[in-house]
């Protein structure tokens, strides 16, 4: 037995990322983790990795139980990881990355260059990589950076390697190059902990599996003996809580149609619509094309290909002005970074996008932008002493009640909401919901991504699902979330055809 | 609420510790020229102050400031009218202003950058213009605006406070003001919101050039000559002005009373210290010590409050 965890626990704030975190890594197998958006997977190979500590269990590595500091102290140990993110240093040459942090010395404390080009070399050359030692790392793709980690990792001479989601970022034939270099570490007998959402390309690497769900290994098994609709079974067993329950209005008019929309690397061929009245939910795992299809719509990324149409009219959206003028509305993703003006008023954020309506010739109404003011921090029910709060200071349901209403008051009827509820509290998502609503019933058409498959459930009346850049399926409000796994996680049939 | 009205203590300290530590502090010559000298800096500021609201800064304003002595005093060199000369110079400086907001805007290089170019652009323009030689064919009547009274208060006092109004006003109660305030908080918001952040951020570093136009002007008029040199490190002094004023590099804050606060801490710490003998080689120093202490008050401020 290469590796033992058991039970490891691991709390951030008052949420508790890990609960039970079981896991037995033999030498020469590749282990696959899996498991939903936060179930926990990323969190137990930090800890793994020494790049987080756990607040209970044990780790047993070679039969040693281990407490890792520090990265160091597991890179020490033999254990290397592959990171989603590549932590390399992108100005410095591929031979530089691998050695960085033990720099091969020449005496007087300088380095030995040449030395570390020879060596790179040679790795480079004994596993075919495609790679040259003194190319720099900001050039290469993303799978050549993961080829530079792996380097790094088999020059460390680790006994156990972990990839955390590698092909996230990677084209077919980049992932098939992964897959390869994959099998060959398990021939020479290293340990490989591999995580992953997209089991369908993985049986063939794959030995064992063991599947995480809200911080707990709920099952391990051999691949040879599991069916993919176990593994979703095991994955998606989260609980519905019933906190809040939609009742669907009857939908009115078209307000938007996107028809095979392309955009960029990801996007292809994207076709679908919205009607008043509706929320419709768009599901699927992280790097999917979610947050890149709200991007396109808006006009922040091109659009190269493909046809939009607002209230029947064909739009062309080259920027969020244009997006806005067409009555467009985007809450995005991450709310500091581009929703919310922190250090301002919260009266400056809510006319923000309406300015010329408390504005003639230039020069603000004030009485104007204060009843605007009260009239949506009513409306919304902002917890707040008065509309000149700073609205960096409200707590995180506020906030984004605060950026919806930006939108409200310039009167946007399509919104596009990118994980509404993101790191706010279970009551302030029930009030997100609400306004939702609220919305929808008065005619707006809005499109909901969600990485919550409960949430969109409960929210949705229909739910789209992307995988890798495709709209995969529609699903009613009433389906499943194995139904939703299925479409987000796996080549249907007919891809597999093609 | 005693830290945010640490720049208006500090100033009336100054004014009460100079008027008991020397008698010729509190005497009218004395304080007209503490004005006169202030002004063009201040005025300046004024512009610096919304360059910096929307998290930009304008390095070049030294530069522009001699530019536009000289556009001004050279057209009242060829005998045009007095305010004819004062408006090509407010003109040159809203051109060179434009200049710098339409490369920021379109190259999407960095202020920083854009107007350390610029600097070195405009100086040596001005100084191939006159080739490196004052403008001294000024008709007279062109001293009263950096030297002269109205209603017993120096013309640029009144200047001065008209320039403060208006900007404050902009500041408060126009949509630029308020997309200034809104891009330097946050730009990426503020696209998002659908505001054309290019146009208003180039209207943005006008409005500062044709401030520091002005006071290029001014700064002539007080000499009574176009100087190619004039203006040199007057950049660095708006934008202390603006951050002992309670400005933040980083955006979104900012205020005109705060800069005139600013402008006048160092317009009196620098006449306080010619008064006490004070050499001026400590002056710097002590100059540079009060920049670094406003900023860091201003910053335990803002830490304790969120």
């Not at chain 1, 009239?375 to 200071?393: F, P, S």
Request: hydrophobic share 45%; with cysteine.
């Amino acid at each position: 037995m290469l590796l033992e965890l058991r039970a490891i626990e691991k709390r951030f704030g008052g949420v508790r990322a890990l609960k039970a975190g079981n896991l037995n890594v033999e030498a020469g197998e590749v282990h696959l983790l899996m498991g939903e958006n936060g179930a926990g997977k990323s969190t137990l190979m930090k800890i793994v990795a020494g790049l987080i500590q756990r607040d209970g269990g044990e780790m047993i590595w070679k039969g040693q139980p281990v407490n890792f500091q520090r990265p160091a102290d597991a890179s020490a140990m033999g254990i290397a990881m592959v990171h989603q993110e590549s932590l390399l240093a992108p100005h410095l040459t591929i031979a530089e990355n691998i050695f960085l942090g033990r720099e091969l010395q020449s005496g007087f404390g300088l380095v030995n260059r040449k030395k570390m080009f020879e060596v790179a070399a040679r790795l480079i050359e004994e596993h075919h990589f495609p790679l040259k030692a003194e190319w720099p790392v900001q050039r290469l793709s993303p799978a050549g950076k993961q080829l530079v980690e792996i380097c790094r990792a088999i020059h460390c001479g680790s006994s156990l390697l972990i990839f955390d989601e590698p092909t996230s970022s990677l084209s077919d034939s980049e992932t098939d190059e992964v897959f390869k270099i994959v099998r060959t570490l398990r021939d020479r007998k290293m340990g490989v902990i591999y995580i992953t959402h997209r089991l369908d390309e993985l049986r063939a690497v794959g030995d064992r599996v063991t599947v995480l769900r809200d911080g707990e290994t709920v099952h391990t098994e051999p691949m040879a003996g599991i069916t993919t609709d176990q593994i979703i079974h095991y994955m998606v067993g989260r609980e519905v809580s019933s906190i809040y329950h939609r009742e669907p209005v009857a939908p009115g008019e078209e307000m938007l149609a996107v028809k095979n929309l392309s955009s960029g690397k990801l996007l292809k061929k994207i076709s679908f619509n919205l009607r008043a009245g509706e929320i419709v939910g768009l599901g699927g795992l992280i790097g999917a094309g979610r947050t890149e299809l709200c991007r396109a719509l808006f006009g922040v990324d091109p659009i190269d290909s493909g046809e939009v149409i607002v209230r029947g009219k064909p739009v062309q959206i080259r920027s969020p002005r244009e997006a806005v003028a067409a009555g467009m509305a985007l809450i995005p993703e991450d709310r500091g970074k581009a929703g919310l003006a922190r250090e301002l008023p919260i009266a400056f954020n809510v006319t923000m996008a309406s300015m010329d309506d408390v504005s003639k010739m230039g020069i603000l109404d004030k009485p104007a932008e204060n009843e605007k003011t009260k009239g949506a921090i009513t409306r919304l029910r902002i917890k707040c002493e008065n509309g000149t709060q700073l609205a960096g200071r409200l707590s995180g349901g506020n906030q984004q009640k605060v950026v919806i209403s930006k939108w409200l008051a310039r009167g946007a009827n399509i919104f596009l909401f990118d994980e509404p509820t993101r790191g706010i509290d279970v009551g302030a998502k029930v009030e997100v919901f609400e306004v939702m609503d609220e919305l929808a019933r008065s005619g707006a058409a809005i499109l909901m991504v969600s990485s919550e498959m409960p949430e969109l459930l409960q929210v949705a009346d229909r739910i789209l699902v992307m995988r890798q850049g495709k709209i995969t399926g529609e699903l009613p409000g009433g389906c499943t979330q194995q139904e939703i796994m299925r479409l987000a996680a796996f080549q249907t049939v007919t891809e597999e055809l093609q | 609420m005693i830290q945010r009205l640490l720049p208006f203590l500090t100033l009336i300290l100054l004014f009460v510790g100079l008027s008991i530590g020397s008698p010729h502090f509190l005497t009218s010559t004395n304080l007209s020229s503490v004005v006169r000298q202030t002004a063009v800096i201040n005025i300046m500021a004024l512009g610096m102050t919304l360059v910096i609201i929307t998290s930009g800064i304008d390095l070049s304003v030294g530069a522009i400031l001699a530019m536009g002595g000289i556009a001004g005093t050279m057209t009242l060199e060829h005998g045009a009218p007095i305010f004819v000369g004062v408006l090509a110079g407010i003109g040159a400086g809203l051109f060179w202003g434009f200049v710098n907001g339409f490369l920021i805007t379109r190259l999407k290089i960095a202020p920083f950058i854009v107007t350390l170019g610029t600097l070195g652009i405009i100086r040596g323009l001005t100084l191939i213009s006159t080739n490196g030689l004052p403008v001294h064919q000024i008709p007279q009547g062109f001293s009263y605006l950096g030297e002269g009274s109205l209603l017993f208060v120096p013309f640029v006092l009144w200047l001065l406070l008209g320039c403060a109004l208006a900007m404050h006003v902009v500041l408060e109660h126009t949509k630029l003001g308020r997309y200034a305030f809104a891009i330097g908080s946050n730009p990426e918001a503020a696209y998002y919101a659908g505001i054309p952040v290019a146009f208003h951020t180039t209207a943005v570093y006008a409005i500062c050039g044709m401030l520091t136009g002005l006071a290029g002007m001014i700064e002539a008029s007080r000499l009574m000559t176009g100087q190619p040199t004039a203006g040199q490190g007057y950049e660095l002094q708006a934008i202390a002005a603006v951050v002992i004023g309670g400005g933040s590099l980083r955006g979104g804050e900012g205020s005109v009373l705060g800069t005139l606060v600013g402008a006048f801490i160092m317009g009196l710490l620098s006449n306080g210290s010619d008064l006490l003998g004070v050499s001026p080689y400590v002056q710097q120093a002590i100059i540079g010590a009060v920049i670094i202490l406003a900023v860091t008050v201003d910053e335990l401020r803002k830490r304790k409050a969120v």
